[in-house]
C-alpha cells in the first residue's frame, strides 16, 4: 500500500506538486495520469525518497522509503530505461543491486529469463537499444520479489511483442496481491491495463477513481444512428419521447445509452435502420476533457513567433 498525504514539493516559487492525497491499493493496476508538467515524476521520485517533499507525507506499508531494510524486497521501480553503468553487463548490474540488499544471486538469473535477456546477459549494457534497456529496468524492479511495483512509462522502447508482454506481467503481478502503480502517455494503453486511475494536472489532484467511473463522468455517450427513412424515425422518436440532439441527412444523434428504446420506437413504426451503434467516448477523450484547463504546454501551428515563444528547454526540474 503506497499512501500519499498532503505531499507538496516547491522547486522555488513553482509548486510541482500540491497537497496530493490518494492510495495505491494491492491486487489491482492502479494508472496514474497527466499532462507533462503535472507532477507525476515528481510525485514518484517523492515516493521512492529520491526527492524530499516540502510538504505532507508518504508511506509505504506504512513507513518512509528511507527506513525499509532491504528496499528492492520492498518495492521495485523503473523511472528512468537506462540507469545503471555502460560499461557493465546486464548480469553484473544485476547482482550488484542484488548482493546490496541482501537478494540471493540466483534470483538473477531468474528475472534475466522472466524478461527476456538470458541471451545478451554478458553483454554491455552501453550497447543496448531502448527496448532492452526497458526489459533490464524491468528486471531490477523485479529483483527483490517486492510486493509493490511502480512503473513510469514502462512501455518506451517496446515492441508490439513487448507492449504485451509488459501488460500481461502487470496484470499478472496484480492478480498476486501485489500494488501495481504505473504512469503512461498512452492512453489506449493504459485503458486496456489499468483497473483504476488517479489523474492529476498543474501538481493537484483531478480524479480518483475506477477506470469505469472515470470515463463515465468525464465523457458524452449517445447513439448514432443512420436510416432512409429519416422522418418516420423522427416521428417515432417524438412519439417515445426520445430527444434528438443532432439531426442532418445522413446521422441521427441521442444523448445517453438509449439503443434499445431507439430500436424499440423504430421497430413499432416499421423503419429500416442502416446504424444503430452506441457510441462511447474513450479514455483518450475522457482524459482530454478533465485536463483541458490544465495543460501546462500548448503546441501552436506555425513557427514561434514573438506572441507565441518558443518552448524554453531548460529549467524544467519538477515536471513530469
Not at 511502480?150 to 501485489?178: T, Y
Not at 449517445?222 to 412519439?239: G, K
Amino acid at each position: 500500500m503506497i499512501e500519499l498525504a498532503g505531499l507538496t514539493k516547491r522547486y522555488g516559487d513553482k509548486t510541482a506538486v500540491d497537497n496530493l492525497t490518494f492510495g495505491v491499493g494491492p491486487g489491482i493496476i492502479t494508472g496514474f495520469l497527466g499532462p507533462n508538467g503535472a507532477g507525476k515524476s515528481t510525485t514518484m521520485r517523492m515516493v521512492l525518497g529520491l526527492d524530499r517533499p516540502s510538504a505532507g507525507t508518504v508511506r509505504i506499508d506504512g513507513k518512509r522509503y528511507d527506513q525499509l531494510q532491504d528496499p528492492l524486497t520492498h518495492v521495485g521501480a523503473l523511472l528512468e530505461a537506462k540507469a545503471w553503468h555502460g560499461g557493465r553487463s546486464a548480469y553484473n548490474h544485476l547482482l550488484c543491486l542484488a548482493q546490496s540488499n541482501g537478494i540471493a544471486s540466483g534470483r538473477v538469473h531468474e528475472v534475466l529469463e522472466t524478461v527476456g535477456l538470458t541471451a545478451v546477459a554478458k553483454k554491455k549494457t552501453k550497447g543496448f537499444s531502448m527496448g532492452m534497456g526497458q526489459r533490464l529496468g524491468i528486471a531490477a524492479a523485479l529483483l527483490g520479489d517486492p510486493r509493490i511495483l511502480i512503473f513510469d512509462e514502462p512501455v518506451n522502447g517496446l515492441d508490439p511483442e513487448g507492449i504485451h508482454w509488459i501488460r500481461n506481467l502487470m496484470k499478472s503481478l496484480a492478480s498476486q496481491g501485489r500494488t501495481v502503480f504505473v504512469s503512461s502517455h498512452l492512453m489506449s494503453e493504459m485503458a486496456l491495463t489499468a483497473d483504476h486511475l488517479v489523474v492529476i494536472g498543474q501538481g493537484r489532484l483531478l480524479a480518483d477513481t475506477s477506470m469505469a467511473d472515470f470515463i463515465a463522468e468525464n465523457s458524452r455517450s449517445y447513439v448514432r444512428i443512420r436510416t432512409p427513412q429519416r422522418e418516420e424515425l423522427l416521428d417515432a422518436l417524438r412519439e417515445a419521447d426520445i430527444p434528438v440532439t443532432r439531426s442532418d441527412t445522413e446521422v441521427l444523434e441521442v444523448e445517453g445509452e438509449l439503443s434499445e428504446r431507439v430500436g424499440e420506437a423504430a421497430a413499432r413504426r416499421g423503419v429500416v435502420l442502416h446504424e444503430l451503434s452506441p457510441q462511447r467516448a474513450s479514455l483518450e477523450e475522457a482524459f482530454m476533457r478533465l485536463t483541458a484547463q490544465s495543460v501546462e504546454y500548448h503546441a501552436h501551428d506555425g513557427a514561434p513567433t514573438e506572441a507565441t515563444p518558443g518552448p524554453n528547454w531548460g529549467g524544467d526540474r519538477g515536471k513530469s
